[in-house]
């Protein structure tokens, strides 16, 4: 594309005004607006359907809003070159797909002679991956996959998940969107992980979709998406105090985690 490239500062702030967008018929967001501050890390909650994945889609120029602007540091998405646009966002989605190579590949995007591998090696530490790499016998060069290569690993779905981590913080853009593994994961081993999410990203403004809401403590700030609008705005404990939607979600969900520990659940 021949738009122009945008000199934009680090870390970023990120602006959605009066946007609306639908799916056909089915309106997501109406007369939309929102600022998420530079360096702030935020979690989107809210009941599937709630228009958190829109939200991220459009930030992400996957989508187009039909009216209004979404803009990072104050230029319009959509006139910037494209290409500068992406490497803005490192973006961890669920569904990713793991390729039939290398975990180092995996990891860079890049085959294994491009790729800085020093840096492989940090991400993978930062993911929680290590364990795992040094069990390998060709360490983070085995295949991801078993079935081009009888050497390969078959990775659980936690692991899945730390590769996907991995690649997004290889690619180190100022803008970190995190998609929350929600059933991958035991609560340990999550919570381990938003620590590691919390090192990483000191300098950047960060976007999770929080489908358990564990992760919600370490944000600056909390949305509880509602129908295409922000119902409740706050830190965890200011929306704990609150007494809503989000204070009903946490206290049913942590309710149910007490009971996958073992114990038998607070009344």
Known sequence: SDLPKADFSLPMQIEFQHVDFSYGE???????????????KVALVGVNGAGKTTLV???????????GEILLDGVDSRKVDLKQYFSQFSVAFQDALI??????????????????????????????????????????????????????TELSGGERQKVILARALYKAAPVLVLDEPSAALDPIAESRLYETYHEM????????????????KFCDEVLLLENGRIAE????????????????MFDVQSHYYRQ????????
């Open 26 to 40: 089915h309106v997501i967001f109406q007369d939309f607006s929102l600022v998420i501050e530079k360096g702030k």
């Open 57 to 67: 889609k459009l930030l992400l120029n996957l989508a187009s809003p039909e009216r």
């Open 99 to 152: 390729l039939t190579y290398g975990m180092d590949v995996n990891i860079s995007m890049r085959n294994s002679r491009d790729t800085d591998q020093a840096r492989v090696d940090e991400v993978i530490a930062s993911a929680g991956l290590s364990e795992k790499v040094k069990s390998l016998k060709k360490g983070k060069y085995t295949h991801c996959e078993k079935y081009l290569d009888n050497d390969g």
């Open 201 to 216: 990203t000191k300098n950047k403004t960060s976007i999770y979709i929080s489908h358990r809401l564990s992760s919600t």
């Open 233 to 248: 705005r706050g830190t965890h404990s200011e929306l704990m105090q609150l007494g809503g939607t989000y204070a009903h």
């Open 260 to 267: 996958e520990e073992g114990g038998e659940p607070n009344e």
